[in-house]
C-alpha cells in the first residue's frame, strides 16, 4: 500500500509529527485490525493498535488507485474514546 502524508505548510513535514506519531506507527494502523469507519468528506477513520501498544487513530482519504491512500492526520487515542474502543474490540471477540 502506497501512504502519502498531508505536510504541514510551516515546517514542511508530516502533520503527524506534530502529534508525536511517526510513518511507521500510521501504516501499522492502516494495515492491521481495527475499525475503519466513515468520516467527514469522503474520508475515512482507522481506529486501531501500534505493535508497541499505542491505540491510535488516523484520518485518511482513499486515492483513486485502490492501493494508495493520503493520511490527514493521525494521533493517539486516551479516555473515554480509547475505553470505548477497547470495550467494541472485547466484545467482537466474543
Not at 505536510?7 to 511507521?24: C, F, K, S, V
Not at 501499522?28 to 501498544?53: C, F
Request: proline fraction near 6%; glycine fraction near 8%.
Amino acid at each position: 500500500m502506497k501512504v502519502r502524508y498531508y505536510l504541514d505548510p510551516e515546517t514542511d513535514q508530516p502533520h503527524i509529527y506534530g502529534h508525536g506519531i511517526n510513518e511507521t506507527e500510521v501504516e501499522e494502523v492502516l494495515r492491521g485490525r481495527g475499525e475503519d469507519l466513515p468520516a467527514a468528506r469522503g474520508s475515512r477513520r482507522k481506529i486501531g493498535q501500534t505493535a508497541a501498544g499505542r491505540y491510535l487513530q488516523v484520518l485518511y482519504s482513499p486515492d483513486e488507485d485502490p492501493e494508495s491512500v493520503f493520511v490527514i492526520t493521525a494521533y493517539e487515542l486516551s479516555g473515554k474514546p480509547k475505553k470505548a474502543f477497547r470495550r467494541r474490540r472485547r466484545r467482537k471477540r466474543k
